[in-house]
Nanobody, 115 residues
Framework: QVQLVESGGGLVQAGGSLRLSCAASGSIFSINAMGWYRQAPGKLRLLVADITPGGRTTYADSVKGRFTISRDNAKNTVYLQMDSLKAEDTAVYYC?????????WGQGTQVTVSS
Protein backbone atom coordinates (compact mmCIF):
# COMPACT_ATOMS: atom_id res chain seq x y z
CA GLN A 1 0.00 0.00 0.00
CA VAL A 2 1.01 3.56 -0.68
CA GLN A 3 -0.21 6.49 1.39
CA LEU A 4 -0.26 9.97 -0.12
CA VAL A 5 -0.60 13.12 1.96
CA GLU A 6 -1.24 16.43 0.20
CA SER A 7 -0.75 19.95 1.47
CA GLY A 8 -0.70 23.48 0.16
CA GLY A 9 -4.19 24.17 -1.10
CA GLY A 10 -6.16 27.27 -0.21
CA LEU A 11 -7.78 30.46 -1.42
CA VAL A 12 -5.92 32.80 -3.76
CA GLN A 13 -6.82 35.69 -6.02
CA ALA A 14 -6.64 35.35 -9.77
CA GLY A 15 -3.09 35.86 -10.96
CA GLY A 16 -1.65 34.54 -7.76
CA SER A 17 0.37 31.41 -6.99
CA LEU A 18 0.12 28.29 -4.87
CA ARG A 19 2.41 25.33 -4.35
CA LEU A 20 1.01 21.88 -3.66
CA SER A 21 3.04 19.10 -2.08
CA CYS A 22 2.38 15.38 -1.90
CA ALA A 23 4.44 13.03 0.24
CA ALA A 24 4.32 9.29 -0.35
CA SER A 25 4.88 6.68 2.35
CA GLY A 26 4.39 2.96 2.81
CA SER A 27 5.41 0.64 0.01
CA ILE A 28 7.15 3.35 -1.95
CA PHE A 29 9.62 1.18 -3.81
CA SER A 30 8.77 0.72 -7.47
CA ILE A 31 6.54 3.82 -7.56
CA ASN A 32 6.45 4.88 -11.18
CA ALA A 33 4.63 8.01 -12.26
CA MET A 34 3.38 10.54 -9.73
CA GLY A 35 1.12 13.38 -10.57
CA TRP A 36 -1.82 15.65 -9.92
CA TYR A 37 -5.40 15.45 -11.06
CA ARG A 38 -8.22 17.88 -10.37
CA GLN A 39 -11.97 17.67 -10.16
CA ALA A 40 -14.31 20.64 -10.32
CA PRO A 41 -17.92 20.31 -9.07
CA GLY A 42 -20.00 18.29 -11.48
CA LYS A 43 -17.04 17.47 -13.70
CA LEU A 44 -14.73 14.52 -14.25
CA ARG A 45 -11.40 14.10 -12.53
CA LEU A 46 -8.78 15.05 -15.10
CA LEU A 47 -5.00 14.95 -15.33
CA VAL A 48 -3.22 18.21 -14.56
CA ALA A 49 0.38 17.00 -14.75
CA ASP A 50 2.49 13.97 -14.03
CA ILE A 51 6.17 13.09 -13.83
CA THR A 52 8.18 9.88 -14.11
CA PRO A 53 11.09 8.96 -11.83
CA GLY A 54 13.40 10.07 -14.62
CA GLY A 55 11.78 13.49 -14.78
CA ARG A 56 9.69 13.21 -17.92
CA THR A 57 6.64 15.42 -17.56
CA THR A 58 3.17 15.64 -19.07
CA TYR A 59 0.84 18.63 -18.74
CA ALA A 60 -2.76 19.31 -19.59
CA ASP A 61 -3.00 21.94 -22.32
CA SER A 62 -4.92 24.24 -20.00
CA VAL A 63 -2.00 24.56 -17.57
CA LYS A 64 1.02 24.52 -19.87
CA GLY A 65 3.24 27.50 -19.22
CA ARG A 66 1.59 28.24 -15.87
CA PHE A 67 2.07 25.09 -13.77
CA THR A 68 5.29 23.21 -13.08
CA ILE A 69 5.51 19.72 -11.65
CA SER A 70 8.65 18.50 -9.93
CA ARG A 71 9.70 15.51 -7.93
CA ASP A 72 12.18 14.78 -5.15
CA ASN A 73 12.79 11.05 -5.36
CA ALA A 74 14.87 11.03 -2.16
CA LYS A 75 11.92 12.48 -0.24
CA ASN A 76 9.27 10.60 -2.22
CA THR A 77 7.53 13.90 -2.73
CA VAL A 78 5.97 15.54 -5.76
CA TYR A 79 5.24 19.25 -6.05
CA LEU A 80 2.97 21.34 -8.22
CA GLN A 81 3.87 25.01 -8.57
CA MET A 82 0.83 26.86 -9.85
CA ASP A 83 1.33 30.40 -11.17
CA SER A 84 -0.97 32.84 -12.95
CA LEU A 85 -3.95 31.08 -11.44
CA LYS A 86 -7.35 31.55 -13.03
CA ALA A 87 -10.86 31.11 -11.68
CA GLU A 88 -11.23 28.02 -13.85
CA ASP A 89 -8.39 26.36 -11.93
CA THR A 90 -10.73 26.10 -8.93
CA ALA A 91 -11.09 22.43 -8.04
CA VAL A 92 -10.13 19.72 -5.61
CA TYR A 93 -6.60 18.62 -6.49
CA TYR A 94 -5.68 14.97 -5.95
CA CYS A 95 -2.22 13.49 -5.78
CA UNK A 96 -1.76 10.25 -7.69
CA UNK A 97 0.93 7.58 -7.66
CA UNK A 98 1.19 4.46 -9.77
CA UNK A 99 2.94 1.38 -8.43
CA UNK A 100 2.93 -1.98 -10.19
CA UNK A 101 -0.04 -0.93 -12.31
CA UNK A 102 -2.10 0.12 -9.27
CA UNK A 103 -3.14 3.75 -8.82
CA UNK A 104 -3.18 5.33 -5.38
CA TRP A 105 -4.87 8.61 -4.46
CA GLY A 106 -4.51 11.25 -1.81
CA GLN A 107 -7.48 12.68 0.06
CA GLY A 108 -7.56 15.83 -2.06
CA THR A 109 -6.87 19.48 -1.32
CA GLN A 110 -9.15 22.35 -2.27
CA VAL A 111 -7.82 25.13 -4.47
CA THR A 112 -10.10 28.14 -4.87
CA VAL A 113 -9.21 31.03 -7.15
CA SER A 114 -11.27 34.17 -6.73
CA SER A 115 -11.77 36.45 -9.71
Amino acid sequence: QVQLVESGGGLVQAGGSLRLSCAASGSIFSINAMGWYRQAPGKLRLLVADITPGGRTTYADSVKGRFTISRDNAKNTVYLQMDSLKAEDTAVYYCNAVRVYVAYWGQGTQVTVSS
